[in-house]
């Protein structure tokens, strides 16, 4: 009876992941709350800018993983640094 509570843990632990893994495998696409989903990847085209190292930033280290990119000002009055927040 003592190892009651470690058990019941367990196997809650288990019926949450099998659920995880069941809706991962559902054939419906995820729905959004916002924005929009792209059917394809696209292209990225040929950029240069610098990271927060100083170093040199482009389309390679895109590559290969999902990203998003947004441009905002830091130092601006009003909109820049609360959309930087919020994001």
């Given amino acids: 009876m003592r190892h009651a509570p470690v058990v019941i843990a367990i196997l809650a632990a288990a019926a949450v992941g099998a659920g ?9 696409p995820p729905q959004l709350a916002a924005g929009t989903a792209l059917p394809e990847p696209r292209s990225i ?11 040199p930033f482009g389309p390679r280290e895109l590559e ?8 905002g000002f830091t130092h601006c009055p ?9 994001m």
């Fill in 20 to 28: 995880l893994a069941l809706r991962e495998r559902s054939a419906e």
């Fill in 45 to 55: 085209p040929a950029f240069a800018f610098t990271d927060q190292s100083d170093r």
């Fill in 64 to 71: 290969g993983r999902w990203s998003l990119v947004f441009t």
């Fill in 78 to 86: 009003d909109v820049c640094p609360t959309t930087l927040a919020r």
